[in-house]
């Protein structure tokens, strides 16, 4: 892995690459290639050793996106997207119960025994409804970018999912 985060994770720790392959139990050279990036793919056991030493995940240390970030992004999008399905159901909800109110009412003037009441009344339910179908509207945008969101993290861990799936076969391969 070229873009691997073993360096940076070595230098926080104010170690050389001799004191770390000593506490890890792997040569200067096999480091030294871990490092640099000459180690494409590598062992999964050298791998996870220098995983547990510096606390982080395989994943973090060979520089792919920290799972826990993208774990953390989807709860959020997911809350999101939960928030705002709630609030669009609501919202549905108190349309449907103006649109009754306003069958009421209509039923009145068809009638002719509407009030000047019922006229204000008549007013107050179509100036709700047309705010509530503007919030509607905002919901239903909102409900798309947020599962826009999700897909495209789901597709951002899936690629990290074949590239670990990839490492363990390469490993599985090494081991033949």
């Given at each position: 892995?070229?873009?691997?985060?073993?360096?940076?994770?070595?230098?926080k720790?104010?170690?050389?690459?001799?004191?770390?392959?000593?506490?890890?139990?792997?040569?200067?050279?096999?480091?030294?290639?871990?490092?640099?990036?000459?180690?494409?793919?590598?062992?999964?056991?050298?791998?996870?050793?220098?995983?547990?030493?510096?606390?982080?995940?395989?994943?973090?240390?060979?520089?792919?996106?920290?799972?826990?970030?993208?774990?953390?992004?989807?709860?959020?999008?997911?809350?999101?997207?939960?928030?705002?399905?709630?609030?669009?159901?609501?919202?549905?909800?108190?349309?449907?119960?103006?649109?009754?109110?306003?069958?009421?009412?209509?039923?009145?003037?068809?009638?002719?025994m509407?009030?000047?009441?019922?006229?204000?009344?008549?007013?107050?339910?179509?100036?709700?409804?047309?705010?509530?179908?503007?919030?509607?509207?905002?919901?239903?945008?909102?409900l798309?970018?947020?599962?826009?969101?999700?897909?495209?993290?789901?597709d951002?861990?899936?690629?990290?999912?074949?590239?670990?799936?990839?490492?363990?076969?390469?490993?599985?391969?090494?081991?033949?």
């Amino acid at each position: 892995m070229k873009n691997n985060r073993i360096r940076e994770l070595r230098e926080k720790k104010k170690l050389t690459l001799k004191e770390l392959a000593k506490n890890i139990g792997v040569s200067f050279t096999t480091l030294s290639k871990y490092e640099n990036g000459v180690v494409t793919t590598g062992k999964i056991a050298t791998w996870q050793k220098l995983a547990d030493f510096f606390g982080v995940s395989v994943g973090h240390l060979q520089g792919l996106p920290l799972f826990d970030e993208y774990k953390n992004n989807l709860t959020d999008i997911t809350e999101k997207f939960s928030d705002y399905n709630n609030e669009y159901v609501k919202q549905k909800k108190e349309l449907d119960e103006l649109k009754i109110q306003y069958k009421l009412l209509a039923n009145k003037f068809d009638h002719n025994m509407a009030t000047n009441e019922d006229f204000k009344q008549k007013e107050k339910i179509l100036e709700k409804i047309k705010d509530l179908r503007k919030n509607i509207n905002y919901s239903r945008i909102e409900l798309a970018k947020t599962i826009q969101q999700l897909d495209e993290s789901k597709d951002i861990l899936s690629k990290e999912l074949e590239t670990i799936d990839t490492l363990i076969k390469n490993n599985k391969d090494d081991d033949k």
